[in-house]
T-cell receptor, first 112, second 115 residues
Framework: DQQVKQNSPSLSVQEGRISILNCDYT??????FLWYKKYPAEGPTFLIS?????DKNEDGRFTVFLNKSAKHLSLHIVPSQPGDSAVYFC???????????FGPGTRLSVLP | KAGVTQTPRYLIKTRGQQVTLSCSPI?????VSWYQQTPGQGLQFLFE???????NKGNFPGRFSGRQFSNSRSEMNVSTLELGDSALYLC??????????????FGPGTRLTVL
């Protein structure tokens, strides 16, 4: 049973528009969430994170929103750029020592 | 600061063989985790080592094992390779969970192909 789900395997967005990537989780013990970006032939790169005590975190063009009651988080990229084309993974972790659980990823394509 | 390094980057083996992959974490990082990535499956957690001890383990058969050395470097071993073990194996390091920095930093991965 997948504890972290990314129901959209792929997403295409026009350059300059907003990209919204969604992630749902089932484990209520998760209290820290992260987004990673992965290019082919490279390891995932950390993008942005959010703690369960917050509902929003911004870093430049990237904003993560957390809705704890819905067990849902989303990553907004504004404006989207062709260099943002990559696979995006949502990850979650919980109490001390718990491993990170990753979603299956969403492939984002930003079209020029 | 140097990033996480993994060796080798590419490996081709045949069924039944065994393989050892190596990971050197970022200096100062004491936690090392291993993941298997296959198409459509995302990153599947294998195990985590901290201070030379396995702290967490995923749902993989006993053919998958690992260890960590006193300098935090880690190795992962897969015995009796099967075709389904073909994947990208990623290593990630992080500071201990009780610090404010919880991000995992990934290496480039080792691409294992089993023929």
């Amino acid at each position: 049973d997948q504890q972290v789900k990314q129901n959209s395997p792929s997403l295409s967005v026009q350059e300059g528009r907003i990209s919204i990537l969604n992630c749902d989780y089932t484990n209520s013990m998760f209290d820290y969430f992260l987004w990673y970006k992965k290019y082919p032939a490279e390891g995932p790169t950390f993008l942005i994170s959010i703690s369960s005590i917050k509902d929003k975190n911004e870093d430049g063009r990237f904003t993560v929103f957390l809705n704890k009651s819905a067990k849902h988080l989303s990553l907004h990229i504004v404006p989207s750029q062709p260099g943002d084309s990559a696979v995006y993974f949502c990850a979650a972790t919980g109490n001390y020592g718990q491993n990170f659980v990753f979603g299956p990823g969403t492939r984002l394509s930003v079209l020029p | 600061k140097a990033g996480v390094t993994q060796t080798p980057r590419y490996l081709i083996k045949t069924r039944g063989q065994q393989v050892t992959l190596s990971c050197s974490p970022i200096s100062g990082h004491r936690s090392v985790s291993w993941y298997q990535q296959t198409p459509g499956q995302g990153l599947q957690f294998l195990f985590e080592y901290f201070s030379e001890t396995q702290r967490n383990k995923g749902n993989f058969p006993g053919r998958f094992s690992g260890r960590q050395f006193s300098n935090s470097r880690s190795e992962m071993n897969v015995s009796t390779l099967e075709l389904g073990d073909s994947a990208l194996y990623l290593c990630a390091s992080s500071l201990p969970r009780d610090s404010t920095y919880n991000e995992q930093f990934f290496g480039p991965g080792t691409r294992l192909t089993v023929l």
